[in-house]
């Protein structure tokens, strides 16, 4: 009997080496690509990009499956990282590990995992997909700190029905020890964090590098002038460190946060404590999708993220037009940020979500 052909995105983490074991285990014929996405941009982070490949291809040879390298750096550049400087530029906070799943891992890995013959594709998110009546769901991993669906709430049905999550059932800490069990070098690994495929990096001297410094005054709701900001795009809404006031003898003495920003007066709002203008209670978002496919019915009680771990949070979405929705939640909610996305669930089923265009917080000008 033949067995189905699944490739997995092996990144030289823990995760998906875990889950190439547990297709390996089953009745898959497993295949392993390695995806690389930013080179030649950024020399110093080379080294990562190396030892990353090599705990991959360490992983491949105890399983013994094959794996191959696969550049998708240019669509990575053309549908991630482009999008990724506008919004900066127009003083939005984005979020590029949900556009590089939608366009990356699940759209040009796919098509490319297609191409070669294959069935499905698998990765390490920790997260789940339900099948019922022909419909699939996507679903909160058991693990709620390292439930990942929040990323990948823009998958559809066609997406879906080729992907697989084999450790939705599973604890990090299971995995760590899975991993340990088989001799992987990647048993201990940390955790990768930073801009999606880029890494961490210091991201003002990053970013610099392709929107120019545009320095202006840092100031209190109240006009009180603070000091000087070194260009809006480097902040983001409720931020706390890297102010370069926290010594500074003003007020209260309680911790600074960016509390908004007037791009076109180009002036950054700072609080300090726990100040109303943190909270917004309604917002509007756009770029919509629904994982059913359909929008829901109108209006719809739901529970909302709008950051990643964040508590689910009660709201009412209705629908404004055919692509923006108004999400009004029953409490105030802390640092809703334009760019970012909400993400709307029913118990543990992802509905669907959007991006984050604008607030009632009285700090944001754009």
């Known amino acids: 009997m033949s067995r189905n052909k699944i490739v997995v995105g092996l990144s030289g983490g823990v995760d998906s080496s875990v889950a190439a074991l547990l297709l390996s285990q089953q009745c898959f014929d497993v295949e392993g690509i390695f995806m690389k996405n930013w080179i030649n941009f950024a020399e110093e982070n080379e080294c990562t990009i190396r030892q990353d490949k090599e705990d991959a291809d360490s992983v491949a040879k105890i399983l013994n499956i094959p794996i191959q390298e696969a550049n998708f750096a240019m669509k990575y550049w053309d549908l991630v990282f ?21 366009e990356i891992k ?8 297609i191409q070669l013959g294959c069935d499905m594709i698998a990765t390490g998110h920790y997260a789940r997909i339900k099948n019922y009546q022909g419909v699939f769901y996507l679903l909160k991993g058991f693990d709620y700190d390292k439930d990942q669906s929040y990323f990948l709430y823009t998958l559809g049905q066609k997406q879906l029905a080729r992907i697989l999550f084999p450790l939705g059932q ?58 000087e900001h070194v260009g809006l795009t480097y902040y983001t809404l409720g931020q706390r460190q890297g102010l370069g006031i926290g010594g500074r003898k003003y007020g209260t003495g309680k911790p600074w946060f960016v509390a908004g920003k007037d791009m076109k007066n180009n002036i950054l709002y700072v609080i300090q404590g726990d100040h109303s203008w943190l909270y917004s209670k309604n917002l509007q978002a756009e770029k919509l999708t629904w994982i059913s496919g359909k929008a829901p019915k109108f209006p719809c009680a739901a529970k ?5 771990r964040q508590t689910d949070q009660k709201c009412i979405i209705t629908s404004i037009n055919d692509n923006r929705i108004h999400v009004k939640f029953e409490d105030p909610q802390r640092a809703v940020t334009p760019g970012q996305s909400v993400v709307f669930y029913h118990d543990d089923t992802c509905l669907g979500g959007g991006v984050i265009m604008s607030t009632d917080a009285p700090g944001i000008h754009p």
Request: charged residues 25%.
């Open 304 to 308: 909302a993220k709008t950051r990643y």
């Open 82 to 102: 482009k999008n990724f400087l506008d919004e900066y530029r127009a003083g939005r906070t984005p979020n590029p590990d949900i556009l590089c799943n939608r």
């Open 170 to 227: 599973l604890s990090k800490l299971k995995v760590r020890l899975i991993a340990k069990e088989a001799g992987f070098i990647t048993h201990n690994k940390k955790d990768s964090t930073g801009i999606c495929f880029i890494g961490k990096r210091d991201f003002r001297k990053f970013i610099s590098q392709y929107i120019p410094v545009n320095h202006g005054q840092m100031q209190t709701p109240e006009g009180e002038i603070i000091c």
């Open 106 to 113: 699940f759209k040009a890995f796919l098509n490319h995992a």
